[in-house]
């Protein structure tokens, strides 16, 4: 067999070509060894976030790009506009807090009247004192707050606006935010109404059935409250243009709770047992301590009550509020002392009524 041999061209091309093989695997090798160095650095987490955040840039350079430049001009109207848009907003925010204050009232009254009775009427006045309110919700919301605040220009009785259905001009009040929303007026002004209906179950405790004192609730709410406070409230009332001033709702409220109370208690008579051969005798609460705590609660919500019926977040709240506790502390002391020097010595439930008197006394103004 012969021997074959190359060429010299083909021998130098195949030289070359081995000289370039040899180079690029170098290559590769180098590029190898240099990503495994950074490989040990560098967590393979952070290599997936590289296409993540390029996604990222290009979406929001895109927002960027497609938005349109707008230019606001400062004025002195622009200005005055989101100082009054922000203190309405604050106003309404003082006011949602006092109701929801005024509103958790109603669980200072529900302990106050069972730590006062006889543990076997406990459930009985705990059931009235819850389901008054969800009646007295419904009836003003329905009725009541149209009568009493219904710009009919009626110096007697408030009409239109029926189930919360009108605007601010329908009752009377200026548009937001120069004016309270009317939601949240509502929401004050029905914890109000559930207060008065409460006044009733204290003195009316022991000695009514549920369905009558229920009647009885609605009617008031619905409609004697309203009309009551629809005279000295509304700015078309006649008590209002006689000049009559009450700010919290020491007459509209607690002296007309007081009134209905007295008319009840009148009615139903004293309870068994109060009377014995023709002379009063106590008839002591079961749980005095459920009675202070309630009175406490009570004074609490006292700071929505006087407070939140400025109608609005200024700097006369905190005054109000001071003028309020210096009012209930004012009635308890006054309380403690004149029963100390009555019986020669202090009665607790005394000083719960004589906070809660100077507590309602102060609310006039």
Same mark, same amino acid.
């Given at each position: 067999?012969?021997?074959?041999?190359?060429?010299?061209?083909?021998?130098?091309?195949?030289?070359?070509?081995?000289?370039?093989?040899?180079?690029?695997?170098?290559?590769?090798?180098?590029?190898?060894?240099?990503?495994?160095?950074?490989?040990?650095?560098?967590?393979?987490?952070?290599?997936?976030?590289?296409?993540?955040?390029?996604?990222?840039?290009?979406?929001?350079?895109?927002?960027?790009?497609?938005?349109?430049?707008?230019?606001?001009?400062?004025?002195?109207?622009?200005?005055?506009?989101?100082?009054?848009?922000?203190?309405?907003?604050?106003?309404?925010?003082?006011?949602?807090?006092?109701?929801?204050?005024?509103?958790?009232?109603?669980?200072?009254?529900?302990?106050?009247?069972?730590? !006062?009775?006889?543990?076997?009427?406990?459930?009985?006045?705990?059931?009235?004192?819850?389901?008054?309110?969800? !009646?007295?919700?419904?009836?003003?919301?329905?009725?009541?707050?149209?009568?009493?605040?219904?710009?009919?220009?009626?110096?007697?009785?408030?009409?239109?606006?029926?189930?919360?259905?009108?605007?601010?001009?329908?009752?009377?009040?200026?548009?937001?935010?120069?004016?309270?929303?009317?939601?949240?007026?509502?929401?004050?002004?029905?914890?109000?109404?559930?207060?008065?209906?409460?006044?009733?179950?204290?003195?009316?405790?022991?000695?009514?059935?549920?369905?009558?004192?229920?009647?009885?609730?609605?009617?008031?709410?619905?409609?004697?409250?309203?009309?009551?406070?629809?005279?000295?409230?509304?700015?078309?009332?006649?008590?209002?243009?006689?000049?009559?001033?009450?700010?919290?709702?020491?007459?509209?409220?607690?002296?007309?709770?007081?009134?209905?109370?007295?008319?009840?208690?009148?009615?139903?008579?004293?309870?068994?047992?109060?009377?014995?051969?023709?002379?009063?005798?106590?008839?002591?609460?079961?749980?005095?301590?459920?009675?202070?705590?309630?009175?406490?609660?009570?004074?609490?919500?006292?700071?929505?009550?006087?407070?939140?019926?400025?109608?609005?977040?200024?700097?006369?709240?905190?005054?109000?509020?001071?003028?309020?506790?210096?009012?209930?502390?004012?009635?308890?002391?006054?309380?403690?002392?004149?029963?100390?020097?009555?019986?020669?010595?202090?009665?607790?439930?005394?000083?719960?009524?004589?906070?809660?008197?100077?507590?309602?006394?102060?609310?006039?103004?």
């Amino acid at each position: 067999m012969s021997k074959q041999t190359l060429n010299p061209t083909t021998a130098s091309s195949l030289n070359n070509h081995s000289s370039n093989s040899i180079a690029i695997f170098s290559t590769v090798d180098e590029r190898v060894s240099v990503w495994g160095t950074i490989s040990r650095f560098v967590s393979p987490y952070w290599w997936a976030c590289i296409p993540l955040t390029a996604l990222i840039v290009v979406v929001w350079n895109s927002a960027v790009v497609a938005q349109e430049k707008e230019v606001v001009e400062i004025t002195i109207d622009t200005v005055n506009t989101s100082v009054a848009t922000l203190q309405g907003t604050l106003n309404t925010i003082w006011i949602l807090i006092a109701s929801i204050l005024v509103i958790f009232m109603n669980a200072g009254f529900a302990m106050l009247e069972a730590g !006062l009775c006889r543990q076997k009427n406990a459930v009985n006045i705990l059931t009235k004192n819850l389901i008054v309110f969800a !009646l007295a919700t419904v009836a003003f919301w329905a009725i009541g707050f149209s009568l009493m605040f219904g710009n009919s220009g009626n110096p007697f009785i408030g009409f239109g606006g029926w189930f919360l259905s009108g605007e601010s001009e329908t009752y009377g009040l200026n548009p937001f935010p120069e004016g309270l929303p009317v939601p949240v007026f509502f929401l004050f002004q029905v914890a109000f109404a559930g207060t008065a209906a409460t006044i009733v179950s204290g003195a009316v405790a022991e000695r009514i059935k549920l369905i009558d004192f229920l009647i009885f609730s609605i009617v008031l709410v619905a409609i004697a409250y309203p009309i009551t406070g629809h005279w000295v409230w509304s700015s078309s009332g006649w008590l209002t243009g006689l000049g009559f001033k009450d700010f919290a709702g020491s007459t509209v409220v607690h002296s007309v709770g007081g009134w209905a109370a007295l008319v009840g208690a009148y009615i139903l008579g004293p309870r068994l047992g109060k009377f014995v051969d023709g002379r009063p005798g106590a008839i002591p609460g079961h749980n005095l301590s459920m009675a202070t705590l309630g009175c406490l609660i009570l004074w609490v919500g006292w700071f929505g009550f006087n407070p939140g019926s400025q109608l609005a977040a200024d700097q006369a709240c905190a005054y109000i509020a001071v003028t309020t506790c210096l009012g209930g502390a004012a009635g308890g002391i006054t309380a403690t002392f004149t029963s100390w020097f009555k019986d020669s010595k202090p009665d607790l439930s005394m000083v719960i009524n004589g906070v809660l008197a100077g507590l309602v006394a102060v609310t006039a103004g």
